[in-house]
């Protein structure tokens, strides 16, 4: 009998391979159901997946955009578009929000704090926006990331 490098790849040959592994997958499959119980099944799933966004998250299309606040000496106008748009989709249910007023000011305003985190839906594209504060040598620097899904 031939190894497998040492086989004429002929289509029947390769449709041969496909199903033994297949029937294997399957096999094994119910293996996993039948012997583990769900709790176990569920964290295997859950290391997988952690170690797959870890490691594979730029190649399965996730960007970062970072946002300064502050370009030179100048306000990044981007960046209050992005603290006026966020405004109106904080979860009110979250653990901690950013209030302030000033004197001029009628009503109080809320603001996403430090690493809050924030979902939104654009045309169908999943967005994760987060406050993050950056702190250089020179002093500190805020901005807003968006990771685009």
Known sequence: MRSFWEMEFMPTNIFSAYASLAA?????????????????????????????????????????IMVDEVIGF????????????????????SDRLKVNKTPKQKNINLSMAKDQEVIDMFKGIRLKWQFVLIEANRGTRQGVREEVF
């Open 24 to 64: 294997s997958m399957m096999l094994f499959r119910s293996l996993v159901n039948d012997i583990l119980p769900e709790p176990v099944r569920s964290f295997f799933h859950s290391m997988f997946e952690q170690f797959v966004k870890k490691y594979f998250a730029k190649s399965l299309g996730q960007m970062t």
């Open 74 to 93: 100048t306000r990044n106008e981007i960046y209050e578009a992005a603290e006026v748009y966020l405004r109106t989709k904080i979860n009110l249910h």
